[in-house]
Structure formats: structure tokens, C-alpha cells
């Protein structure tokens, strides 16, 4: 609005030169994150939705698909990873024997090597000796990707709705990652924490620190014995 008003007084010969036309207002950047939710919610999210009711999915295919759901949001809530990490797995990222997991690069994310936890090893190997082959049969596929999709931003959507049945409290995917990095601060320094996220920039890493001290302020406030 300013820059308008400057080049209106330009063109009525109120001034000889718009004196902002080169000003940029840089923006904050500042992250806003969603409210954060505890390794104890994560828990009870994966755990409600693993032991959602055989009569609840219907159809032999749609009981397939919540086997490979369940594996999803597992990598979700103990890996922190995102919809497009998620793509981009293949079979071969995933090593049982070793219970560890391989996350490629991307343009904005660098690889790592995460443990995977106890409770994720049996679905994961379900998935890959029988769900997936099984998936793949009945779609006449063959591909070499871990969870094979034409919308991989449908099927994460798919499953934090049904997450949303049974736990109003969460928003969306983006409330998972970011929950998962905080808690992960909590335990482990930051660049354990920027390795663990993939963060190229140590700097992403800190906007959840900086995050995360803010919220603290605003408890302490809250709680604040004198008030």
C-alpha cells in the first residue's frame, strides 16, 4: 500500500522520485507450529490405530490397506518422516535384521540411517513378506518402492482422518513431525536432532528449539505462582 501511495504522489508531481521503490520489508520467517503432542499421545495414536477392529475395515483389500497404514503412521510418529520421505522408500532402505531404516535424500532433506523401534519390526515384516506382495497382485503391479502409489498425499491424508476418529487433538501430518523433532529435543542435542530430521540446515532445526522456549514462557506465565 505504501509503494502505491509513493507512486501515485510520483505521477500527480507531488515528488520527483518514489524514495521506496527499492525497499524489500523482509518477513519474520518465524515458524508457528502446531500444538505439540507428547511421546505418550504419539503412543496411544499408533496404538488405537494398529488395534482398530477387524469389522471396522470392511473388505479383504481394505484390510491390506490397513496393514500398510499401520506401517505408515508407525514411520510417521517414530521417524518423524513426511509424506514425500515417504515416496521416495523402497525395499531395500529397510533392514530388519539390523532394525534400522535408510532415509534417501532429497532436495531439502538429507539422508540418515534411523533405529527403528521394537513395536514397528513385526508390521514391517508382515507387510513386506505378505501384505505388499499381496497389494501388488491384486493392483497387477511391480515397483520397487516400499509403499507403491500414484497420490502419496491422498493416502497420508487418508489415514491422519481416520487418526481423527479416534483423536480429535490431532490436526494433520505436519503436527506429527513436528511434535516427533520437539520431543526428540527434549532427549538428544540439536545436531543429533538435525541428523535424525534430515535437516539440511542446522538452522531449521533451532526454529523448533526457539519454538519450543517459547511455549515454556507462555506455561510458566500461565502457572506463574503470583498470578
Known amino acids: 500500500m505504501i509503494r502505491i501511495y509513493f507512486d501515485y504522489l510520483l505521477e500527480s508531481g507531488i515528488t520527483g522520485q518514489n524514495i521506496i521503490k527499492r525497499i524489500r520489508i523482509k518477513q519474520s520467517g518465524k515458524k508457528v507450529l502446531p500444538e505439540i503432542l507428547s511421546p505418550v499421545q504419539l503412543e496411544k495414536i499408533y496404538q488405537d490405530f494398529s488395534s482398530l477392529p477387524v469389522w471396522n475395515h470392511g473388505t479383504a483389500i481394505a484390510k491390506l490397506l490397513h496393514q500398510r497404514n499401520t506401517v505408515i503412521l508407525g514411520l510417521m510418529i517414530y521417524q518423524g518422516l513426511d509424506s514425500g520421505e515417504i515416496a521416495r522408500l523402497e525395499t531395500g532402505h529397510v533392514n530388519l535384521s539390523e532394525g534400522k531404516i535408510y532415509i534417501p535424500s532429497a532436495r531439502n532433506r538429507n539422508s540418515r540411517t534411523l533405529k527403528l523401534q521394537a513395536n514397528q519390526i513385526l508390521p514391517i515384516k508382515t507387510y513386506l513378506e505378505e501384505t505388499r506382495p499381496e497389494l501388488l497382485e491384486k493392483r497387477n503391479l511391480q515397483s520397487p518402492y516400499l509403499f507403491p502409489s500414484k497420490k502419496y498425499s491422498d493416502m497420508i491424508c487418508k489415514i491422519v482422518e481416520t487418526v481423527k476418529n479416534i483423536h480429535p487433538e490431532l490436526k494433520d ?46 506455561q510458566l506465565e500461565l502457572f506463574h505462582p503470583l498470578k
Open 173 to 218: 501430518s505436519r503436527q506429527i513431525r513436528s511434535s516427533v523433532i520437539m520431543n526428540w529435543l527434549k532427549t538428544n542435542n540439536i545436531r543429533q536432532v538435525q541428523y535424525m530430521a534430515g535437516h539440511k540446515s542446522i538452522r531449521s532445526t533451532e526454529s523448533y528449539r526457539g519454538q519450543d522456549l517459547t511455549d515454556l514462557t507462555k
